[in-house]
């Protein structure tokens, strides 16, 4: 499935919404009924974002401390897009792979949200490696276009290696 997570993508996203949702929600229909027709897939894990939260009355855009527990929503199409994967997923859970039937439909399948994921080869255009790759080839400052942020990265290897875990254990 094609992600539409980063700058690029939140751009690609406004300039069509249409795709972002076609390319989210109905890809995400598509896979999940793929592992319908298949009974050999045993495990299903969906990658979403940290952006499927809608910021509420009581979040501040600087407080981006969210839990499970949050509402979904998303502040540009491809956020939403990944909130309604989320909600695509869940429905799917409930109607066709229910966990205390396992033992009828033999599928696990559950959801994971990830954050900003660093690591080598990740020179997608104007990506904070690129970014500051670009910076030290010209020799020149490095801009933030967010000083005041703070994000956390998480190691492309540390990431597969949770994405592994949690499909294992499913």
């Given at each position: 499935?094609?992600?539409?997570?980063?700058?690029?993508?939140?751009?690609?996203?406004?300039?069509?919404?249409?795709?972002?949702?076609?390319?989210?929600?109905?890809?995400?229909?598509?896979?999940?009924?793929?592992?319908?027709?298949?009974?050999?897939?045993?495990?299903?894990?969906?990658?979403?974002?940290?952006?499927?939260?809608r910021?509420?009355?009581?979040?501040?855009?600087?407080?981006?401390?969210?839990?499970?527990?949050?509402?979904?929503?998303?502040?540009?199409?491809?956020?939403?897009?990944?909130?309604?994967?989320?909600?695509?997923?869940?429905?799917?859970?409930?109607?066709?792979?229910?966990?205390?039937?396992?033992?009828?439909?033999?599928v696990?399948?559950?959801?994971?949200?990830m954050?900003?994921?660093?690591?080598?080869?990740?020179?997608?255009?104007?990506?904070?490696?690129?970014?500051?790759?670009?910076?030290?080839?010209?020799?020149?400052?490095?801009?933030?276009?967010?000083?005041?942020?703070?994000?956390?990265?998480?190691?492309?290897?540390?990431?597969?290696?949770?994405?592994?875990?949690?499909?294992?254990?499913?």
């Amino acid at each position: 499935m094609i992600s539409l997570l980063g700058d690029e993508g939140l751009k690609q996203s406004k300039a069509d919404p249409r795709e972002a949702f076609g390319v989210q929600v109905l890809g995400a229909v598509e896979i999940l009924e793929a592992v319908r027709a298949q009974s050999s897939v045993r495990a299903c894990v969906f990658l979403t974002s940290d952006k499927v939260y809608r910021l509420g009355a009581d979040k501040e855009d600087s407080e981006k401390e969210y839990k499970e527990s949050d509402s979904l929503g998303g502040q540009a199409p491809a956020a939403t897009a990944k909130a309604c994967v989320e909600l695509v997923v869940e429905s799917y859970l409930n109607s066709f792979f229910q966990p205390e039937k396992y033992n009828k439909h033999k599928v696990a399948v559950a959801t994971a949200r990830m954050g900003s994921v660093i690591g080598g080869g990740d020179f997608e255009a104007n990506s904070f490696v690129w970014q500051v790759m670009q910076s030290l080839r010209l020799k020149t400052p490095m801009v933030l276009k967010n000083p005041q942020s703070v994000r956390s990265w998480l190691a492309i290897e540390d990431a597969i290696s949770g994405i592994l875990r949690l499909a294992q254990s499913l």
